[in-house]
């Protein structure tokens, strides 16, 4: 199993007011390690004013040019975000787990493929780095909606102009922005009505192989929804979510009164403790000092998958596992409450 490794900011660059790209120095041993598949993120773990801090942020370098750059939007009250914005130099190092995540496109199975993107925010973060390798590593053609408030809040707008320029034939980008009007852009948000006008005005010629949606889950499951009843097949709609709506306060009448001893499989070291149903396999094995892989601890990025090699439990949210991955035994621990007397948990055998 993977690892923190300390890595060194080589760069970082303000990309709007409120965003940066991150880029890291790669040691040599580290290369094959830290080697990714375009749409992966990476986890960073900081410490932050005496508190542990755990992150993802995906990559938006191409996998063909050797870098490994991440980017990130401020956020509010995001601890990390704002101190990435504002503290965060060249020369310092964060802890760094290899790369992870199944939002990914293999250029070497797509060399003439027709691809659709709509991102929204910062989930324009891995659709760059896919973009990128389908422009640089075949022979595809590439179709971006992304949706702002505004270009001057727009990640990677001048990279992206630029890639346009670079690539005319073959990349074509609608730029929608929710509190500006230009000529160049579309007026309003990634909804039902752009899915429409994209695939059934701009491009009702063209046969997509497939589409790649990132941004907030309302969002999400417009996009989807709109795609779905159009007849395309849900094995052709990828998605990732930066963020997820609020959750109300969880509903545990459905899960049974009890303890279960758990065993937890994690870096070749066996643990076992006993926990309550109504608490959740990931916060359970925390709680034991076990050191557990996770980020989000909110079911929208799968550091905390494992198998399940015993019993039985029942996630509280699944939008990552697909069907096949669940039939194998893969779950999400941060989502996960025992139903058994017993449950093997395997970190390691993923």
Do not use: W
């Not at 790669?26 to 900081?46: A, C, S, V």
């Not at 925010?121 to 408030?149: H, Q």
């Not at 690539?167 to 852009?185: A, H, T």
């Not at 899960?255 to 309550?276: A, H, L, R, S």
């Amino acid at each position: 199993m993977s690892h923190f490794h300390p890595l060194r900011v080589k760069h970082i660059e303000h990309i709007t007011p409120n965003s940066v790209t991150v880029s890291f120095e790669i040691p040599n041993d580290l290369k094959d390690e830290f080697r990714f598949t375009p749409g992966q993120y990476i986890n960073i773990r900081k410490e932050l004013n005496g508190k542990e801090l755990r992150r993802s942020y995906s990559i938006c370098s191409s996998a063909g040019n050797g870098d490994l750059t991440i980017g990130i939007k401020k956020v509010d009250s995001g601890l990390f975000s704002q101190f990435a914005n504002n503290e965060l130099k060249s020369g310092d190092v964060l802890d760094i787990y290899p790369p992870l995540g199944h939002f990914t496109f293999d250029p070497a199975e797509s060399r003439n493929k027709n691809i659709a993107a709509f991102a929204a925010g910062s989930g324009i973060t891995p659709i760059m780095s896919i973009m990128k390798s389908v422009l640089e590593e075949t022979d595809g053609n590439f179709i971006l909606v992304y949706g702002n408030k505004s270009a001057a809040e727009t990640m990677f707008h001048k990279e992206i102009t630029e890639l346009i320029a670079e690539y005319p034939e073959r990349l074509k980008v609608y730029f929608i922005y929710s509190q500006e009007q230009d000529g160049e852009s579309m007026f309003g948000r990634v909804e039902r009505s752009t899915v429409n006008f994209i695939i059934n005005n701009k491009h009702k010629d063209t046969t997509f192989d497939a589409y790649y949606l990132c941004g907030p889950e309302a969002m999400i499951h417009t996009v989807s929804d709109t795609l779905t009843e159009k007849g395309i097949t849900k094995e052709m709609i990828r998605f990732e979510l930066f963020t997820t709506a609020d959750a109300d306060e969880e509903d545990l009448s459905s899960i049974p009164e009890g303890k279960t001893k758990v065993k937890v499989i994690v870096d070749d070291e066996e643990f076992e403790f006993i926990m309550d149903h109504k608490e959740r396999v990931l916060d359970a094995a925390l709680k034991e000092d076990i050191d557990a892989p996770y980020s989000c601890q909110g079911g929208i990025c799968s550091s905390c998958m494992a198998k399940l090699k015993q019993g039985k439990v029942e996630m509280v949210k699944n939008q990552i596992l697909t069907d096949s991955e669940l039939e194998e035994g893969l779950i999400l621990t941060c989502q996960s409450h025992p139903l058994t007397d017993t449950i093997v948990v395997d970190y390691d055998d993923i």
